[in-house]
Structures are given as C-alpha cells and as structure tokens.
C-alpha cells in the first residue's frame, strides 16, 4: 500500500504541476484575441490562423486541467444523496466510480483519439480555412489531457482504498494548495494573534 501511496503523490505533484502552469495558455489565448482585435481595427486585415491558435489554447488548457480539476474535487457532483450517505458509504460511491465509470470511458477515449492523433501526424492535415493551422496539435491535446484525468483517478482510487483500509486520512475533504511550512506559519501567526488579543483582553479588564 505504501508504494501505492507514494504513486499516488507522485501522480498528484504532476497533475497540481500542470494545472498551476496551464493558466498561462489562457493568459496566452487571451493576449492572442486581443493582439488579433487590434490588428484587425487598426489595419483592417487579419488572419485565421490567429483565430484557430486561440481554440488550440483553449483546448489544452481545457483538457489538460481536467486532472488537476478532479484532484481539487471540483467537478460537478451531484450530492442530493450523496451527501445523506455515511463517509464509508461516499468513499465506496467513489471506487465504484473511478473503477468501473472513470477509467473504462478514459481508456475508450485513447483507443479511439489515439488512431487520428497519428493519422493526422502523418498526414500533416491542415484546417480547411484559408490560412489555418495543421491539426494534429489540437487533436493529441485529448490523449494527453485523457491520460492525466485517468492517472488523477487512480490516485483518488489509491486514496479512498487506503482510507478503508485505515492507511490513510480522509479523501474526501477540502484539498489545499498550500505547503505544510506554509500552514504551520499561517499557525503560528493565527496562535499569535489570538495571544495579542488576549493579552489586550486582559489590559482593557485591568
């Protein structure tokens, strides 16, 4: 179980990696749109391939940012029932899910996306508007994205079965981004405000 863990943080450290650095394709996309607005007010011309580089942008960081989505547990969920349930009783709903659901559409989704990704490749198939970008670069944006939600899964798979088994803490709380030097200082601090007041408690009695 332990070597399970430890694939477990190392597939974490990955998808958080991703999802903290994938912002910068919106922030990208987001100057492309405006750079392409501008030319095209101030010169009257533009071109498509600035059009298609912005959905490129926005589907990687999309699909990519799918796993790092699931690691923060903020997909939509649907907890009308779910949340009446017992822990144990949600953790199960979870395995099932990843097990039977998660994993199974994943590896449908490769067997089928994987094929044109290649096709493409080696065809060099270019979009059919004028001027428009070759495709494949959109297109291995599914396997990629794909593989990194299945890997995510698992993780969260290894943590539910490792909280039945009492090798490890609850999965199913609030994930936080922050470094354990950063919440002990953000203890300490909290531990030192609560003392000043205190302290001003105690002079304002006096």
Not at 58 to 86: C, K, M, P, Q
């Amino acid at each position: 179980m332990q070597a399970l863990l430890a694939l477990s943080r190392a597939i974490d450290r990955l998808n958080a990696f991703v999802g903290k650095y994938s912002i910068w394709l919106i922030f990208a996309a987001t100057f492309i749109s405006a750079a392409n607005a501008i030319v095209r007010k101030a010169f009257d011309t533009s071109s498509n391939a600035f059009l298609e580089v912005q959905w490129y942008l926005f589907a990687w960081s999309f699909l990519i940012a799918a796993g790092y989505t699931l690691l923060h547990r903020e997909h939509v969920r649907i907890d009308v029932i779910n949340s009446r349930l017992s822990k144990k009783a949600q953790v199960w709903i979870d395995i099932i899910g990843f097990a039977c659901f998660l994993t199974p559409l994943c590896l449908t989704i490769l067997w089928l996306s994987t094929p044109v990704v290649i096709q493409m490749y080696q065809s060099g198939e270019v979009s059919g508007n004028p001027g428009g970008l070759i495709r494949w670069p959109v297109w291995a944006a599914i396997p990629v994205g794909v593989t990194l939600l299945m890997l995510q899964g698992w993780s969260e798979l290894i943590k539910r079965i490792a909280f039945l088994t009492g090798n490890g803490p609850d999965p199913m709380g609030k994930l936080s981004d922050k470094s354990a030097e950063e919440e002990l200082a953000e203890a300490l601090r909290a531990e030192a405000d609560r003392k000043q007041a205190e302290a001003m408690a105690s002079q304002a009695k006096a």
